[in-house]
Nanobody
Framework: VQLVESGGGLVQAGDSLRLSCAAA????????MGWFRQAPGKEREFVAA????????DYVDSVKGRFTISRDNAKNAVYLQMNSLKPEDTAVYYC???????????????????WGQGTLVTVSS
């Protein structure tokens, strides 16, 4: 089973992008999902997470009010809508599955067991 991210690109500060993460099979529906990012020379960090039923979400403070995580279990997909992008949002963005049925949200990479290959987002000033 693979996760495939898409939607990255080069944009200007203030622009928007929508990242998508899709799986070939219906593995999502009972699992929380997360988005992480890794900027050049920095460690991978938590960005956002969504519960298996989409009722709960969590965001790192730096993206609150600008990013929105959502999911469509029927399409085996999770999304990250990114608005008002800033140069400091430049990073490779990864989606990940927390492979524990109906688990609570987590910001820890250790709780996620399946990762996509990443999609690059570059925000110019």
């Amino acid at each position: 089973v693979q996760l495939v991210e898409s939607g990255g690109g080069l944009v200007q500060a203030g622009d928007s992008l929508r990242l998508s993460c899709a799986a070939a099979t219906g593995i999502f529906k009972d699992y929380a999902m997360g988005w992480f990012r890794q900027a050049p020379g920095k460690e991978r960090e938590f960005v956002a997470a969504i519960s298996w039923n989409a009722i709960s979400t969590d965001y790192v403070d730096s993206v609150k009010g600008r990013f929105t995580i959502s999911r469509d279990n029927a399409k085996n997909a999770v999304y990250l809508q990114m608005n008002s992008l800033k140069p400091e949002d430049t990073a490779v963005y990864y989606c990940a599955v927390r492979p524990t049925n109906w688990a609570a949200l987590s910001r820890s990479m250790d709780d996620y067991g399946l990762w996509g290959q990443g999609t690059l987002v570059t925000v110019s000033s």
